[in-house]
């Protein structure tokens, strides 16, 4: 069965420190993985998608790595702003549930200024 | 510029009332999906329509039925509204299974 979590479940840091947000899944037969932003009240945008054959994606100060032997992807944010608070969701599209896109619950990240 | 388009933006339903939840995207893409979001347990997939013409359960189907209408349009019935319905619902769409995903803004529904 897909499964996918996330720790923490929420996160305080001072503006301008790196992160790390961690994502582990169990399906071994992993198409993609994406990371995911949602702001209070809103939908989910995409921000990054790593296909199986890639090891990390980078897009401005967000990089995301995946690592299919272990089962694990970091999202690294490089020196946080507080127009980074939201919560951080990652999503495992796989062929152990048949291409659905299964998702973790998520980490509140909140950057302080 | 629209994306995904979802309505109603809220509901309140009486329990054993029943309701369809509407979902469009313009994106010409072949997936679509529902997901139901609840506090602290993420997104959970109540159905998807992979290409138009079909239909598959997800993780949490049961008290919902799901039409492919056409390529664009997908949508989520309630037939017999419960409290355990209460949550925000979530239209996704994508050009296959294998890239991202686009959402629209969310159904937030009450059940009393």
């Known amino acids: 069965k897909q499964e996918v979590t996330q720790i923490p479940a929420a996160l305080s840091v001072p503006e301008g420190e790196n992160l790390v947000l961690n994502c582990s899944f169990t399906?071994?037969?992993?198409?993609?993985l994406q990371w995911f932003r949602q702001d209070p009240g809103k939908g989910l945008t995409s921000l990054l998608l790593?296909?199986?054959?890639?090891r990390e994606q980078t897009s401005g100060r967000l990089n995301a790595s995946l690592d299919k032997s272990s089962g694990r992807s970091t999202l690294y944010i490089a020196a946080s702003q507080p127009g980074d608070s939201a919560t951080y969701l990652c999503?495992?599209?796989?062929?152990?549930?048949?291409?659905?896109?299964?998702f973790g619950a998520g980490t509140r990240l909140f950057v302080k200024a | 510029n629209a994306g995904v388009t979802q309505t109603p933006k809220f509901q309140v339903l009486k329990t054993g009332q029943s309701m369809t939840l509407q979902c469009a995207q313009d994106?010409?893409?072949?997936?679509m999906y529902w997901y139901r979001q609840d506090p602290g347990m993420g997104l959970r997939l109540i159905y998807y329509?992979?290409?138009?013409?079909?239909?598959d359960k997800g993780e949490v189907p049961n008290g919902y039925n799901v039409s492919r209408l056409n390529k664009r349009e997908f949508s989520l019935r309630l037939e017999s509204a419960a409290p355990s319905q209460t949550s925000v619902y979530f239209c996704?769409?994508?050009?296959?299974?294998?890239?991202?995903?686009?959402f629209g803004s969310g159904t937030q529904l009450s059940v009393l």
């Open positions: 996704a769409s994508t050009r296959t299974a294998l890239e991202k995903l686009f």
């Open positions: 399906d071994s037969a992993i198409y993609n």
């Open positions: 790593i296909q199986s054959s890639q």
């Open positions: 999503a495992e599209t796989g062929g152990a549930g048949g291409f659905k896109t299964i």
């Open positions: 994106m010409n893409h072949n997936s």
């Open positions: 329509s992979a290409s138009e013409g079909t239909t």
